[in-house]
């Protein structure tokens, strides 16, 4: 349950701070990722339910599937980025996959404990929360840090660090 809402947080704040680099469509960028977090999500949580999908939860398999999914969302992150048109671009189709792959996994994994409609939209909350504050710690930290070539790559590299201290 925890790990969950970790990874939901991670995802959230990454993504968030990613949509900011989006200056001419940020409310449409912002728009479309709610809406692909809460149809994927939607229907993660409701695959968890599949009794094959369970009896193999406990597996290392699960582990390196959230490393991976993560892994290419920062690796197609760091491939599709350009500095006038911020992350999600006409050209940027396979972080969108990724995108979805990692919400889907993040629905799948909070649907073996999370049962009730109520914890589901508490759930949607907490990741427009952590988008929000994503979003205003890039703004704040790009401002403090103007001219670095980093500074746009580290969201990604905070989602492939988490990412990868899950796996431990």
């Not at 925890?2 to 995802?11: Q, R, V």
């Not at 680099?21 to 968890?48: D, E």
């Not at 911020?86 to 889907?104: E, K």
Request: charged residues 5%; proline residues 2%; hydrophobic residues 60%.
């Amino acid at each position: 349950m925890f790990i969950t809402l970790l990874e939901l947080t991670a995802a959230g704040m990454t993504f968030g701070a990613a949509a900011m680099y989006n200056l001419h469509h940020q409310k449409r960028i912002t728009l479309l990722i709610f809406l692909l977090f809460v149809c994927t999500f939607y229907i993660g949580l409701l695959t968890a339910g599949f009794s094959w999908l369970q009896t193999a939860e406990t597996s290392i398999l699960f582990d390196v599937l959230r490393f991976l999914t993560a892994a290419a969302a920062a690796v197609f992150g760091f491939m599709f980025y350009l500095p006038y048109y911020g992350f999600f671009h006409q050209r940027s189709g396979y972080l969108w996959l990724a995108l979805t792959l990692l919400f889907f996994y993040i629905g799948w994994h909070a649907g073996h404990w999370a049962s009730s409609l109520m914890t589901e939209l508490l759930l949607m909350f907490l990741f427009a929360a952590a988008y929000v504050a994503g979003n205003t710690l890039q703004s704040i930290l790009h401002f403090k840090m103007r001219g670095r070539f980093f500074v746009p790559y580290i969201p990604f590299a905070g989602l492939l660090f988490f990412s990868l201290l899950m796996l431990l």
